[in-house]
C-alpha cells in the first residue's frame, strides 16, 4: 500500500492567480495521476505525472493551464494556472505502485476562486 | 464521453435491507476496480476483478465481472450505517483507466 499526502488541503484564490499542489508518496511509485472531482460527481483524469518526462494528459486539459512536475518517484506536484471560478473543485493525487494495480488516493485539495 | 456507466445514480435502503450497484463499459475491460468514498472523504480501493466471470466476497460485499468484461456488480448484503458512501467502479480499456459515475447510497437506521 502507499500513504499520500497533499497539500494545502484547501485554499480559497482569486481569479487570475495560479496555486500549485503538491502530493508526497511515502514509497516510491511507478505512476501517479491528478484527478479532479466536483462535488457529487464522479473523478475525471487530468493527467499522468511521468518521473523524468512531460506529463500525459487526457482530453480537455493542456500543460499551459495544468502544469505537472515529477521530479522523483515519490513526489510531485500540479498547477491550476490562470484560475477562474469553473477551475473550483477537488483536486486528488493517486498513486500506483505498478501497471494494473489498485490506486491510492490522497486526502485531495478542496479549490476555491472567486 | 464517460464510457463507464453506474446504476442506480442514488440509493436509499433501511438498516438491513440489501443493496447493489450495477457498473457498464461500453468496450471490453482488462479488469474492473472497485473503490468507497465515503462523504468528505476519498476513494478507498475495496477489489480489483481480472478474470472473466470472477465472484469475489469480502464480508457482506459480493464483487462480479460479467462473462463479456463489460459489467460488474457490487452487492451488499445486509445494509449497515458504515456502508454509507459513494461506490465507483473504474476499468482500464486499452490504455484508457475511467471511472464510472458512481452510486450514492444512503443507509436509513
Known amino acids: 500500500s502507499a500513504v499520500i499526502s497533499q497539500k494545502p488541503s484547501r485554499d480559497i484564490c482569486q481569479r487570475g492567480t495560479s496555486l500549485t499542489i503538491q502530493c508526497q508518496v511515502d514509497s516510491q511509485v511507478t505512476m501517479m495521476f491528478w484527478y479532479r472531482q466536483q462535488p457529487g460527481q464522479s473523478l475525471t483524469l487530468i493527467a499522468t505525472?511521468?518521473?523524468?518526462?512531460?506529463?500525459?494528459?487526457e482530453s480537455g486539459f493542456v500543460i499551459d493551464k495544468f502544469p505537472i512536475s515529477r521530479p522523483n518517484l515519490t513526489f510531485s506536484t500540479l498547477t491550476v494556472s490562470n484560475m477562474s471560478p469553473e477551475d473550483s473543485s477537488i483536486y486528488l493525487c493517486s498513486a500506483k505502485p505498478g501497471q494494473g494495480a489498485e490506486q491510492y488516493f490522497g486526502p485531495g485539495t478542496r479549490l476555491t476562486v472567486t | 464521453g464517460q464510457q463507464v456507466m453506474q446504476i442506480p445514480q442514488y440509493q436509499h435502503v433501511q438498516e438491513g435491507e440489501d443493496f447493489t450497484t450495477y457498473c457498464n463499459s461500453s468496450t471490453t475491460l482488462s479488469n474492473i476496480q472497485w473503490y468507497k468514498q465515503r462523504p468528505g472523504g476519498h476513494p478507498v480501493f475495496l477489489i480489483q476483478l481480472v478474470k472473466s466471470g470472477e465472484v469475489k466476497k469480502q464480508k457482506r460485499l459480493t464483487f462480479q465481472f460479467g462473462e463479456a468484461k463489460k459489467n460488474s456488480s457490487l452487492h451488499i448484503t445486509a445494509t449497515q450505517t458504515t456502508d454509507v458512501g459513494t461506490y465507483f467502479c473504474a476499468g482500464n480499456t486499452g490504455n484508457q483507466f475511467y471511472f464510472g459515475t458512481g452510486t450514492s447510497l444512503t443507509v436509513i437506521p
Open positions: 505525472a511521468n518521473q523524468g518526462s512531460e506529463a500525459t494528459y
